[in-house]
T-cell receptor, first 109, second 116 residues
Framework: GQQVMQIPQYQHVQEGEDFTTYCNSSTTLSNIQWYKQRPGGHPVFLIQLVKSGEVKKQKRLTFQFGEAKKNSSLHITATQTTDVGTYFCAGNRDDKIIFGKGTRLHILP | GAVVSQHPSWVICKSGTSVKIECRSLDFQATTMFWYRQFPKQSLMLMATSNEGSKATYEQGVEKDKFLINHASLTLSTLTVTSAHPEDSSFYIC????????????FGQGTRLTVV
């Protein structure tokens, strides 16, 4: 079965606060990807991490890949209303892309 | 960037009929296409993986006779929901992986199927 766990399932934050979502796999991943899905939309690719311990930044978003390549995190600094949506991590296993359950981010104005 | 077009974006059909959903990669060749199903406020559940010119590989619990997948060319894959029932109502999304990069997947817009 699909074995990419993601927490939390939901997160409500005040606009301007930080937000973090965590992803864990039971097996070592060759790489991990992050996607964002806006309400009513389809998933959009954000980034891919490949190397052990890799850290990448996209403006206010920071992505990390664990040393053992089994976990990853996405951190958003000073959230804005445009950050609303569901963030999915996805791991490559056996040439398939398996998604975590996603974290739905809601921003309180 | 890579574009994947999925059609139709929504469809309503009667119980017992079949519905075909198309997924096209418009500006790249996709050796692999994935079909996902997403229930409201839930994650994307992988249904099957299709490689051009070969039979699709279905995930455990997905009926291959119910969800027929054809990947006849490097730019087109189709999912046919046969003898649809109300419990098949869902959001179906395809994604395609580019032949050269073989890394991230590009998603279609999704198809909302409602079976009445």
């Amino acid at each position: 079965g699909q074995q990419v766990m993601q927490i939390p399932q939901y997160q409500h934050v005040q606009e301007g606060e930080d937000f973090t979502t965590y992803c864990n796999s039971s097996t070592t991943l060759s790489n991990i990807q992050w996607y964002k899905q806006r309400p009513g939309g389809h998933p959009v690719f954000l980034i891919q991490l490949v190397k052990s311990g890799e850290v990448k930044k996209q403006k206010r978003l920071t992505f990390q890949f664990g040393e053992a390549k089994k976990n990853s995190s996405l951190h958003i600094t000073a959230t804005q209303t445009t950050d609303v949506g569901t963030y999915f991590c996805a791991g490559n296993r056996d040439d398939k892309i398996i998604f975590g359950k996603g974290t739905r981010l809601h921003i309180l104005p | 960037g890579a574009v994947v077009s999925q059609h139709p974006s929504w469809v309503i059909c009667k119980s017992g009929t079949s519905v075909k959903i198309e997924c096209r990669s418009l500006d790249f060749q996709a050796t692999t296409m994935f079909w996902y199903r997403q229930f409201p406020k839930q994650s994307l559940m992988l249904m099957a993986t299709s490689n051009e010119g070969s039979k699709a590989t279905y995930e455990q619990g997905v009926e291959k006779d119910k969800f027929l997948i054809n990947h006849a060319s490097l730019t087109l894959s189709t999912l046919t929901v046969t003898s649809a029932h109300p419990e098949d109502s869902s959001f179906y999304i395809c994604s395609a992986r580019e032949r050269v990069r073989r890394t991230e997947a590009f998603f279609g817009q999704g198809t909302r199927l409602t079976v009445v």
